[in-house]
T-cell receptor, first 110, second 115 residues
């Protein structure tokens, strides 16, 4: 059975303090791994898609990387507006549904 | 460009009742997916529709059903509501099946409370 585990569950950073969020996954044939951001009271917002080990994607202060067993979302010099829940999801070759992890709640304080 | 619209945003029902939630996808998007989000289980896939056909279904009981209309608008229905059905129900649309890009555009959700 496909499984996605995100860690830590919650993370508090000072503004400018870089860190990484982890997404470990098991899937029978990976079609893609996705990162989404969710703000309170909103639906998730798409950030990145990664398809194969070694792939990296960047967007502003965020950089996503992928290995055969996990993905990292690196946050460089975060700002308070980066505070949100970050969700990781995998899509198997056998289907189209996204299997989401429970997310990492990030709080960046000034 | 208008985003995904879900109605109603909030609703309260009692056990045993049924509820219908509506989703209008982004114009031109033909695929609509539904997810249930709870604090304990996170986001769980309910079903996906493409061109009025249910293409995929998650592991939910038959009380959960849905449909898609010719204009791509979708509805989901939950019958015989249980306390555990209290959740945020999210609708997402995409241009084609998510397998192509994985980029889903989510609405803000319908928050259902079952008393």
């Amino acid at each position: 059975e496909d499984q996605v585990t995100q860690s830590p569950e919650a993370l508090r950073l000072q503004e400018g303090e870089s860190s990484s969020l982890n997404c470990s996954y098991t899937v029978s044939g990976l079609r893609g791994l996705f990162w989404y951001r969710q703000d309170p009271g909103k639906g998730p917002e798409f950030l990145f898609t990664l398809y194969s080990a070694g792939e990296e994607k960047e967007k502003e202060r965020l950089k996503a990387t992928l290995t055969k067993k996990e993905s990292f979302l690196h946050i460089t010099a975060p700002k308070p507006e980066d505070s949100a829940t970050y969700l990781c999801a995998v899509q198997a070759n056998s289907g189209y549904a996204l299997n989401f992890g429970k997310g990492t709640s990030l709080l960046v304080t000034p | 460009k208008a985003g995904v619209t879900q109605t109603p945003r909030y609703l309260i029902k009692t056990r045993g009742q049924q509820v219908t939630l509506s989703c209008s996808p982004i114009s031109g998007h033909r695929s609509v997916s539904w997810y249930q989000q709870t604090p304990g289980q996170g986001l769980q896939f309910l079903f996906e529709y493409f061109s009025e056909t249910q293409r995929n279904k998650g592991n939910f009981p038959g009380r959960f059903s849905g449909r898609q209309f010719s204009n791509s608008r979708s509805e989901m229905n939950v019958s015989t509501l249980e306390l555990g059905d209290s959740a945020l129900y999210l609708c997402a649309s995409s241009l084609d099946l998510p397998g192509n890009t994985g980029e889903l555009f989510f609405g803000e959700g319908s928050r259902l409370t079952v008393l």
